[in-house]
């Protein structure tokens, strides 16, 4: 079974950056599709971006420009760096899997001055 650990969260000021990680278990990570979801008080879980395991993303409107997802096959992690966060970015983050609808735990992101 694959486990999916995040970290990188934490307290940003509006305009600040963060870079989330989330690292997998499992042999065969590089040939999973990724996904970043968030999921902010009273909210519906938001799907914020993906990768594929050739490299591929998409993102949602409203982080483009400002988010990046990247994937080191080698090390079996996935990674978010946010720029330019703004108070409405904050929320849990969670890495999945989309292949098998693995979870992680999430990290809390918290913009705020």
């Known amino acids: 079974q694959v486990h999916l650990v995040e970290s990188g969260g934490g307290l940003v000021q509006p305009g600040g950056s963060l870079r989330l990680s989330c690292a997998a278990s499992?042999?065969?990570?590089?040939?999973?599709?990724m996904g970043w979801y968030r999921q902010a008080p009273g909210k519906q879980r938001e799907l914020v971006a993906t990768i594929t395991g050739s490299g591929s993303t998409n993102y949602a409107d409203s982080v483009k420009g400002r988010f990046t997802i990247s994937r080191d096959n080698a090390k079996n992690t996935v990674y978010l760096q946010m720029n330019t966060l703004k108070p409405e970015d904050t929320a849990a983050y969670y890495c999945?899997?989309?292949?098998?609808?693995?979870w992680g735990q999430g990290t809390q992101v918290t913009v705020s001055s």
């Open positions: 999945s899997i989309l292949t098998t609808g693995t």
């Open positions: 499992g042999s065969i990570f590089r040939f999973y599709t």
